[in-house]
């Protein structure tokens, strides 16, 4: 079968790895990818959805897999699918559940889904009145996409007040600013693969978002993930009955079912599992701890959605844990410099290219986050020194990178 993987980053050159690693899948093309991803795999550049279309159509394609959730939100899925070609991606108006958060918030309200409580700010004029309502800490949010740069928690009310006129302002995609509770506990990220009626969730995952060791720093994409988190696994039921299940059957209800992969961001605090966020795709870096672990052919699990028999679907998994650590450019989640030389020998552990170009001599960056270094192992601390060991011979010497992915201690 022959595959087209939508998406320009690690998070896509792990798919497409996935996807070399397919029984089912002879020929596999991504678009546009990157200069390090095209090493290994074809790259192509189309234009716009038309483009992606007409070479779906003349290239016979069997499969979309949208990585990155912008073409998801503007559509690109519908436009596909009206055309008859299967997508693996939910439609615009399920991606809602990460567009908007306004819209999942109202979704798991009327749903009697578990996350914390929230007020949207719709103009400057609301904020003194909202912000007294909630106690310090109090998390504020953009409407809209905001590659993971959207969320501020701030601990006193002056300071929340200043931040959501700024939020308010930027205007990430949407026009207002959520006010949440900040919720205690600890993070972990699990993925619902459904059929719209079925589903079935992955192995749990753990992504550190901020910028520097020990959780301190600004909020970025994501610096690091590794798989499986064991402390997670009493919580599945749980997070599977209350939350996976009902709110699968709320998009149903709503009349837009939700067919694709359904990232639940969740914090496990002293009342149980809560939702801080859906996404609408695979998260990043996650997918590049999760899917070096995946046995079952990824091609598999594309038709079973797209053929609506997820109920059929059993997943299978390494045994062993991954560790993927991001490199990202110095300033990073801020400006940065583009163009910093790297140079990478051979590894053991696997590099995915997030923003790199060819060089002369060396591969240059072109991108916040640059590579994501990923070693699977059969115990977590052996991938870890495996992961960190392989980064020390990258030369790379103005990259940032934690050093404590994995390390955290899951505990309330
Ligand atoms: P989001 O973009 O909604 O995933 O938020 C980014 C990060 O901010 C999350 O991964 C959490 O670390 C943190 N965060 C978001 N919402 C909350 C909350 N209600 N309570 C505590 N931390 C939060
Ligand atoms: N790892 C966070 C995200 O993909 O949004």
């Given amino acids: 079968m022959k595959v087209l993987i939508l998406g320009s980053g690690a998070r896509e050159h792990a798919i497409a790895d996935a996807f070399s690693r397919s029984q089912k899948t002879d020929t596999m093309y991504v678009c546009p990818g990157n200069e390090g991803i095209a090493q290994e795999y074809k790259c192509l550049d189309l234009p716009d959805r038309q483009a992606i279309l007409d070479f779906c159509q003349k290239e016979h394609i069997d499969m979309v897999f949208i990585g990155p959730e912008q073409p998801i939100a503007d559509g690109v899925s519908d436009f596909l699918k009206d055309a008859a070609i299967p997508v693996f991606a939910p439609s615009q108006a399920a991606a809602r559940l990460e567009s908007s958060k306004a819209f999942a918030k109202d979704i798991m309200n009327r749903y009697h889904i578990p996350t914390a409580r929230h007020q949207m700010i719709n103009n400057s004029s609301e904020i003194h009145e909202v912000i007294s309502g909630f106690s310090m800490p109090v998390v504020l949010k953009a409407d809209g996409l905001a590659a993971g740069k959207g969320v501020v928690i701030t601990h006193n009310p ?8 700024e939020l308010l302002n930027q205007q990430f995609g949407s026009t207002g600013v959520l006010a949440e509770e900040y919720l205690e506990g600890w993070e972990v990220s699990l993925f619902a693969i459904s059929d719209g009626r079925n589903f079935c969730t992955t192995q749990f995952a753990q992504d550190h978002k901020q910028l520097f060791d020990g959780d301190v720093g600004p909020n970025t994409g994501g610096m690091g993930a590794y798989c499986p988190v064991l402390e997670a696994e009493p919580y599945r039921q749980e997070i599977e009955d209350k ?14 079912p939700y067919a694709g992969v359904l990232y639940v961001g969740l914090m496990i605090t002293k009342n149980g599992p809560k939702v801080i966020e859906f996404n609408c795709r695979l998260g990043d870096p996650e997918t590049e701890a999760v899917l070096p672990l995946l046995k079952t052919d990824i091609m598999d699990i594309c038709l079973a959605v797209t053929q609506i028999r997820v109920n059929e679907l059993v997943l299978e998994w390494d045994s062993g844990s991954a560790v993927a650590v991001v490199l990202a450019a110095p300033g990073y989640p801020g400006n940065y410099p583009k163009n910093l030389p790297i140079k990478i020998p051979q590894l053991e552990a696997k590099v995915y290219f997030a923003g790199v170009k060819r060089g002369e001599s060396a591969w240059l960056s072109s991108g916040g986050r640059v590579l994501c270094v990923v070693a699977q192992a059969d115990e977590l601390e052996s991938a870890r020194s495996a992961v960190y060991r392989d980064i020390e011979k990258i030369d790379f010497p103005q990259a940032q990178c934690r050093r404590d992915i994995g390390r955290r201690t899951n505990q309330l």
Avoid: H, K, N, T
Avoid at 243 to 256: D, K, N, R, S, T
């Fill in 243 to 256: 939350i996976i299940g009902p709110v699968l059957e709320a998009m149903q209800a709503e009349g837009c």
């Fill in 158 to 165: 002056q300071e929340a007040e200043d931040v959501c006129r």
